[in-house]
């Protein structure tokens, strides 16, 4: 068929013509009318490809920029956006489903530029929720990767997961969690990890709960393993930095495993306990030092020291 074509007038020394398709204003009482763009379909060819593109500026000026909005609306709901990508509906035809990508522009010159994902405020009810998720699949599901770029002569980039702030109430909760099994398989790991380091110090881990300046107390934090009906319970191993270079000088990594201190009260306790057992032995509690090429590392078991009172005692029984 024939082709057509809308182009604005060209100048050599000014700015080219613009081009405007607008529907006007709507009356008192009706909708103001839509503008419909759209490629036409094919039965056995590929249907048109549809463009939305400004222009390079290859002098002294910007490229520019595109916006995508929808008007305010006084009542009801705002209008929506949607972007999809196209779907494949022959299931034989081995084809996969189109992708979506959203990216910010590269720079050779100074700072990439910057993507921002962001759910709508609200002045009197709840914002909105943002939702990120991989697709449901008939063998697995689709992966979520969040990550930082990479780097080169500077850091690469750093990540944050952080809940929302509040000035009068609870802040938000932040959840990491993979969901139950299904009836044959395990359910998903949770893997937290710092990456190595070849010349510099690998990276550190910190799991803390917030202070409590005022009158509540600070949070709790809850590190144990569920319960299993076979087999042997699951194990929970906190162990200290080795040192792998004899010639080092360097000492292994200290644990410490402490009750909380108490400028008011009674410190708080700490305890170790191997675990009970209704139809068998008890679970075996060991204490010991360090093996050593020159001297064994000591065992230490003492009361805590007293001011005004008496120190702690020991009971071995």
Not at 211 to 230: E, K, Y
Not at 287 to 305: D, E, F, K
Request: proline share 1%.
């Amino acid at each position: 068929g024939g082709s057509m074509s809308l182009i604005s007038g060209s100048t050599t020394d000014s700015s080219s013509g613009a081009v405007t398709m607008q529907t006007p204003s709507a009356g008192s009482t009706g909708d103001s009318g839509a503008v419909s763009i759209t490629t036409g379909s094919a039965s056995n060819g590929n249907s048109g490809t549809m463009a939305l593109s400004t222009g390079a500026s290859t002098g002294s000026g910007t490229a520019g920029d595109m916006t995508l909005s929808i008007g305010d609306g006084v009542v009801g709901q705002g209008g929506s956006v949607s972007v999809t990508a196209g779907d494949v509906v022959d299931a034989l035809s081995g084809g996969t489903g189109g992708d979506l990508s959203l990216e910010g522009g590269d720079s050779s010159a100074s700072t990439g530029g910057s993507s921002s994902l962001t759910a709508g405020a609200s002045s009197s009810a709840d914002g909105g929720v943002l939702s990120l998720s991989g697709g449901s699949g008939a063998t697995a599901g689709g992966a979520v990767s969040i990550g930082g770029g990479s780097g080169s002569s500077g850091d690469g980039g750093s990540m944050s997961l952080i809940s929302g702030s509040t000035t009068d109430s609870s802040s938000g909760a932040v959840t990491m969690q993979t969901p139950s099994a299904g009836s044959t398989g395990d359910s998903g790991a949770v893997s937290i990890t710092t990456g190595s380091a070849s010349n510099g110090n690998s990276g550190t881990m910190a799991l803390s709960t917030g202070a409590s300046t005022g009158s509540g107390t600070a949070g709790d934090m809850t590190l144990s393993i569920g319960d299993g009906v076979v087999g042997q319970g699951g194990s929970v191993s906190v162990t200290a930095g080795d040192v792998v270079d004899a010639l080092s000088g360097g000492t292994g990594g200290d644990l410490s495993l402490e009750g909380g201190d108490s400028s008011a009260s009674t410190g708080g306790s700490s305890s170790l306990t191997a675990g009970a057992s209704s139809s068998a032995d008890g679970g075996v509690l060991s204490l010991s030092g360090g093996s050593g090429a020159t001297a064994g590392g000591a065992v230490s078991i003492g009361g805590g020291s007293g001011s005004s009172g008496d120190g702690g005692s020991m009971s071995l029984i």
